[in-house]
């Protein structure tokens, strides 16, 4: 077991590390915005609260969930951990290298990395935390659905009625965007799939996905702000 202590402790380890869970959280993205767009449905939040109780109490999903956040923290862990690696392999020449022949989202992942773990804090702090551990979110029944469900949906209303959470949130999905269009072709590259003839496609596929998955997320922010 020595040697695959060692390999997941190298740099090749951990940078494969690093694309396995950006890959499982990307795949994770498109479930959780195709889910949250029925905060856009017209039904008074029905769609929407009953959707979050399926994936609040769905045994599968709570299993998923757990190694969703293990995900998440070993992704953020390891990126700041590759950070402070790269820097201190590079020695007093780093800042001077990392201008040549990179992009600004590519220079700055960790940092990007960082504004994204505080949103994700943030967020799951004025959703979630309240709903598995309060009592501050009305209970309501609705017909052919016999158990109540939390008023998820009224609670995200009134927080996007407030112009700093919009706002807040259009930051965070943009520092997203901006991680996911680096972040999508460089945890490909690091698999192996690096090719003059695939790299392009792989490119302009993560332009695609990263448009789509931002535009999905403000959209509803904006939605509810628009709509009082």
Known sequence: MNWLTRFFTSSLGQKLIMSLTGLFLITFLVVHMSGNLQLLSHDGGESFNIYAAFMSHNPVIKVIS???????????????VLCVSNRKSKGPQYKANKSQGANWASKNMALLGTLIFAFLLLHMGDFWVKMRFTDQ????????????????YTRVHVAFQQLWIVIVYIIGVIALGFHLVHGFQSAFQTLG?????????????GWIYTIIISLGFISMPLYHYLNP
């Open 193 to 205: 799939i690096n090719h003059k003839k695939y790299t392009p496609a792989i490119k302009a596929l």
């Open 137 to 152: 979110l009305a209970m309501l029944t609705y017909p052919g659905h016999d158990a109540p469900v939390h008023d998820i």
């Open 66 to 80: 757990i190694g969703l956040y293990a995900f998440i923290l070993l992704h953020t862990i390891q990126g700041l």
